[in-house]
């Protein structure tokens, strides 16, 4: 059903217009350090809170046109679309971002991303989530300033969590875990 489909895409981008256009001159005016962050999950909605509070103004791109247009309508600046799309990440205003901050739980496409980024914004600082420690040559080949695995911290939160119930002190666990 090409036609059907045809009218579909055009329904849809016509509505990723809409919304990227109204946030193209909040983009634009902003004075605050600029933050990037894909991926709008429970990972970046913790990042956004966090770096919002922190002073940064965050342009978050994502792939849900719903939650695109409730954050839209909440006061927020939000893109929709394919991060690994050059023009995607253009109207999130890479050029001019600080940061990077690269959300997304899965692995296949995130290298692509950062080479589409470092291509608009060759100083901009990317930090990115991935799940492997396995993955993380891929990523610094591909450009990352900074990797944060799962793993890794998932290791060092439970083994915190078990010294802490022991009841070592916070000096000693801190050099433990520092030693990671």
Sequence with gaps: RPALWKLLNSRSERRQHAINSRAQPVIAAMEKPLAVIVGYGPVGRVVDALLRDAGFHTVIVEMNMKSVEALAKSGRTAIYGD???SEILEQAGVRRAKYLVVTLPHSASRADLVHAARELNASVTIVIRARYLAEGEALRLAGSTRTVFEEGETGIAIARQVME????????IDRILDAI
């Design 83 to 85: 991060a690994t799309r």
């Design 165 to 172: 119930l022991r009841g070592m002190d916070a000096a000693t």
